[in-house]
């Protein structure tokens, strides 16, 4: 069964930087419209950004000019750029996609990589 394999969470200083990956298991799957997502402790899970399959983006107001999300359709990978890192940014946080193949599409979710910035 396809899965998003999330990978580069880590702990980082604040005002560091940290990029996040994303991939398909199985290449022979399209990746569609994929978004990045988190969730802090005792918090809901939010919307952090998103990009179309031709590449449209849209970020989240608390992490505008601080992160890039981008994508590789050839890899069928997406990532995360963020940089300048708040303490408020701890999260786990998880790739979401809508994959599709011959026989369908569907929404998938990634396991979560933990992002912790602290001193």
């Known amino acids: 069964q396809v899965q998003l394999v999330e990978s580069g969470g880590g702990l980082v200083q604040p005002g560091g930087s940290l990029r996040l990956s994303c991939v398909a298991s199985?290449?022979?799957?399209?990746?569609?419209?994929m978004a990045w997502y988190r969730q802090a402790p005792g918090k809901e899970r939010e919307f952090v950004a998103g990009?179309?399959?031709?590449?449209?983006?849209n970020y989240a107001d608390s992490v505008k000019g601080r992160f890039r999300i981008s994508r590789d359709n050839a890899k069928n990978t997406g990532a995360l750029q963020m940089n300048s890192l708040k303490p408020e940014d701890t999260a786990v946080y998880y790739c979401?996609?809508?994959?599709?193949?011959?026989?369908?599409?569907?929404?998938?979710w990634g396991q979560g990589t933990q992002v912790t910035v602290s001193s």
């Open positions: 979401n996609a809508v994959l599709s193949n011959v026989a369908g599409r569907n929404d998938y």
């Open positions: 199985d290449r022979t799957f399209s990746m569609n419209d």
């Open positions: 990009i179309s399959r031709g590449g449209t983006t």
